[in-house]
């Protein structure tokens, strides 16, 4: 083992992962906690660590980001990877909200309120499966986030959007349309993106 090696073992050794209280973690620890990897997100009071993003998750972020900036009216942003405050316990981190642009508090804001968001996106990825399949779409409908798109990629390489909306009645939600190659909506806004401009550089719609 060469000497870089070895100063490399060093550094990984000398950090002390962080030992979770046996409550589990809060929402509130999640910006306290020092030396977490990027886009750490709390679920059920256990911290997730996110695998290196994938080329297919990062330009889909892009494409849909700019679209969604695009067409988004006045009265809503956009931000992608910050975390929604569900409860003291979950802190997830969606690819991309939309959210009133009431819920702004400032530069050094880490996190909104669920009642501000209006659509968390979530992209998946190989070691994301269950969590955005399952686990977080149960706790975004539990929290009343009305609106919830699951992003998959296809063989191709293409992005494929499942549209989902909130049933109040049951807090769950209800598929409303799978989109291939265009995706067309007209709520939480009118929103049409062009899901094969996924590699396009300064590619809206």
């Known amino acids: 083992m060469s000497a870089g ?21 809060t929402a509130d620890d999640l910006d306290r906690i020092q030396g977490l990897p990027p886009h750490t997100e709390l679920i059920d009071g256990s911290l997730v660590f996110k695998s290196p993003q994938t080329a297919f998750h990062s330009r889909t972020l892009r494409l849909l980001d700019n679209a969604l900036l695009a067409q988004a009216p006045d009265h809503l942003d956009v931000d992608r990877e910050m975390t929604v405050r569900l409860d003291a316990k979950n802190r997830p981190e969606p690819g991309i909200v939309v959210f009133s642009v009431g819920a702004v508090t400032g530069p050094d804001q880490t996190w909104y309120e669920p009642e501000h968001i209006v659509l968390a996106v979530e992209v998946v990825s190989a070691d994301s499966r269950e969590r955005d399949r399952e686990v977080k779409p149960r706790k975004y409908a539990a929290a009343d986030v009305r609106h919830f ?57």
Do not use: C
Not at 6 to 19: F, K, N, Q, S
Not at 151 to 161: A, I, R, S
């Open 5 to 25: 090696s070895d100063e490399g073992l060093d550094d990984e050794l000398a950090y002390r992962w962080p030992i979770p209280p046996p409550e589990g973690w």
């Open 149 to 205: 798109w699951r992003v998959e990629q296809d063989d191709n390489g293409l992005p494929v959007v499942y549209v989902y909306e909130l049933d109040p009645a049951t807090k769950s939600y209800g598929l409303t349309g799978i989109f291939h190659d265009q995706l067309k909506v007209s709520v939480p806004f009118d929103i049409e993106v062009d899901l094969t401009a996924i590699n396009r550089r300064g590619a809206e719609s």
